[in-house]
């Protein structure tokens, strides 16, 4: 009896390989999906004139890297022409600077930062002050600007964490893998409607302030299986 060729053995498992490779990008991926939406739907508030709402669209795609300085610049620019704010645009003008020293707005933002210190110095040399609530709201913008650091570290290490975890179990076996199966809700569970954009990390944080808690939100929902859920809008969980 002859035996199949090994090409057609193997491919079974490549095609589980392939297929595994391809999901855990999409986890990765929906974090920069969601801020690349927030983004786009701030420049549509800002062309319209609502400044009020683009503000936290804008706010929302920061990711304290350098592929965001340029949302730092326009954030500077409505503090500085629409809000005629010279704290809030300082603020956004250093974090460009810092991030994209040698961006292609780094010449205007030195200078909107330049003449917003010396709006500023002026002003406390006739005897005017920053107000507290200036000097406040400049202060919890840099801790939250931290916080958003630590947060998005924390999704992606549990991104990387359950990458690594999927790739080890697909290296024991030589088969396909179990394929995703949602358990069955429990009646006074508490539960939540996946939204657009959302992963098991961002809903972690969002009830447990601990993105690295989300398996045990996969782990309550979905029946024994390697790597991480995929969620789909509509979806109904049940956060333990």
Not at 17 to 33: I, P, Y
Request: some cysteine.
């Amino acid at each position: 009896m002859s035996r199949p060729p090994r090409t057609l053995t193997f491919i079974p498992v490549l095609a589980a390989a392939l297929g595994l490779a391809v999901a855990l990008t999409g986890c990765d991926q929906a974090f920069q999906d969601r801020a690349e939406r927030s983004a786009v739907q701030a420049d549509q508030k800002a062309a319209s004139g609502q400044f009020g709402e683009a503000i936290p669209l804008y706010e929302s795609a920061l990711d304290g890297t350098p592929k965001t300085a340029e949302i730092h610049f326009k954030l500077g620019i409505i503090y500085e022409e629409q809000l005629k704010d010279p704290v809030g645009a300082i603020h956004h003008f250093q974090r460009y600077l810092a991030l994209s020293p040698g961006g292609p707005h780094a010449k205007d933002a030195q200078r909107f930062l330049k003449e917003d210190q010396m709006k500023l110095g002026a002003a406390l040399g006739n005897g005017a002050t920053v107000s507290q609530e200036d000097a406040k709201r400049l202060k919890n913008a840099n801790l939250e600007m931290q916080k958003k650091i630590v947060q998005l570290k924390g999704d992606l290490e549990a991104a990387v964490k359950a990458r690594s975890e999927a790739y080890k179990a697909l290296g024991k076996a030589g088969g396909p893998k179990p394929e995703q199966t949602q358990k069955p809700l429990r009646e006074g569970v508490r539960t939540y409607t996946v939204g657009p954009g959302d992963t098991l990390a961002s809903i972690a944080r969002k009830f447990y302030n601990n993105s690295a808690k989300w398996k045990n939100i996969q782990d309550a929902n979905f029946e024994p299986m390697d790597g991480t859920a995929k969620l789909k809008p509509g979806m109904v969980l049940m956060v333990p």
